[in-house]
């Protein structure tokens, strides 16, 4: 079973940046799309942005298009997500997870279709 570790996150100012990084261990990931969700409080975990196992391609939530970027690394079995241009309502604890089940196109968004849930990292952009 695979472990993640999600690292990278803190306080920031309006406009800053961050990296957050999700580290596997136990099995690879290589061979599966990955994906980052937040939640705020009190509000439900939502998705962020997913990059597949095949070529990479990214998809995002519209509210972060254009200022978030997810990549990843399979030697080192790790994905990361940089986020520049932050705003307030991007606080959150972000979370990244495998995606295991269902059709892709139709179910990237969906929590419930992946795994291995980390502890997340606490992302708080102060205004």
């Known amino acids: 079973q695979v472990q993640l570790v999600e690292s990278g996150g803190g306080l920031v100012q309006a406009g800053g940046s961050l990296r957050l990084s999700c580290a596997a261990s136990g099995r690879t990931t290589s061979g599966y799309p990955m994906g980052w969700f937040r939640q705020a409080p009190g509000k439900e975990r939502e998705f962020v942005a997913v990059i597949t196992a095949t070529d990479e391609s990214a998809y995002y939530a519209d509210s972060v298009k254009g200022r978030f970027t997810i990549s990843r690394d399979n030697t080192k079995n790790t994905v990361y997500l940089q986020m520049n241009s932050l705003k307030p309502e991007d606080t959150a604890v972000y979370y990244c997870?495998?995606?295991?089940?269902?059709?892709?196109?139709?179910?990237?968004?969906?929590?419930?279709?992946?795994?291995?849930w980390g502890q997340g990292t606490q992302v708080t952009v102060s205004s």
């Open positions: 997870a495998v995606k295991k089940r269902g059709y892709f196109y139709t179910t990237y968004v969906v929590f419930d279709t992946y795994d291995g």
